[in-house]
Each structure stands twice: as structure tokens, then as C-alpha cells.
């Protein structure tokens, strides 16, 4: 009985460990790939990029980070404010399949609003 206990314990420990990992990885890249946006858009203004150009920037971060990013998804705004110059709001979102328990895929939503 008690090999049982520890089969199971085995188990289910694994179970949450390989969950863990996978809903790991996914919001690590996440993150890094919001950390990548929120770069470009602090200087997307200085520099007078334009949206398409922007776009494609960003198309290429969400590949370099596994990011399934759609483009309609993908919505940028620019603020001009006088003396200070361009504010450029890049907000995206996109949605990730992970199988947290085997065979059973689970969907997970992002979404991100530069500041």
C-alpha cells in the first residue's frame, strides 16, 4: 500500500512539474516579448518610424520570442504632444494552446497596452 502511495505521489508531482514548465516557458516569452515592445515604442517616436514599419518590427520580435501573433491583432497609436514630441502605444493580443495535463489543451489569453 504504501508503494501505491508513493506511485501516486510520483505521479502527481511529475503532473505538476511538467505543467509548471510549459506554463512557464510561455509566460517567459511572453514577458521578454512585452519587455521588447515596450522598448520599441519608447523609441519608435525619436526615430519616425512608420506603422507599417513598426509592424513589421514587432512581427519580427513575436517570432525571435514564439510568440502566434496575428498582424490584425496588432494596433498602433501615436500621441504628439508639444515640446515633447511623439508617444507611439503599440497594443497587441494574442491567444496560446498549452496542454497544462496531458491531452488535455488548455487556451491562454495575452494582451498588452504599452505605457
Known amino acids: 500500500m504504501a508503494m501505491i502511495k ?5 505521479v ?5 512539474v511538467n505543467a509548471c514548465v510549459r506554463w512557464g516557458t510561455v509566460y517567459f516569452h511572453d ?4 519587455d521588447a515592445t515596450r ?4 523609441f ?3 526615430t519616425r518610424k512608420t506603422d507599417e514599419v ?10 525571435e520570442h514564439d510568440i502566434p ?4 491583432f ?10 515633447l514630441g511623439e508617444k507611439v502605444t503599440i497594443k497587441f493580443a494574442y491567444a496560446v494552446m498549452i496542454s497544462l495535463i496531458p491531452g488535455q489543451p488548455r487556451r491562454f489569453e495575452f494582451d498588452y497596452t504599452t505605457p
Open 6 to 10: 508513493r506511485v501516486i505521489s510520483l
Open 44 to 46: 519608435a517616436g525619436q
Open 74 to 83: 496588432v494596433e498602433i497609436r501615436r500621441n504628439s504632444t508639444q515640446g
Open 69 to 72: 501573433l496575428d498582424p490584425d
Open 31 to 34: 514577458q521578454q516579448f512585452k
Open 39 to 42: 522598448e520599441l515604442a519608447l
Open 54 to 63: 513598426l509592424k513589421l518590427e514587432i512581427m519580427k520580435l513575436a517570432e
Open 12 to 16: 502527481v508531482f511529475l503532473l505538476v
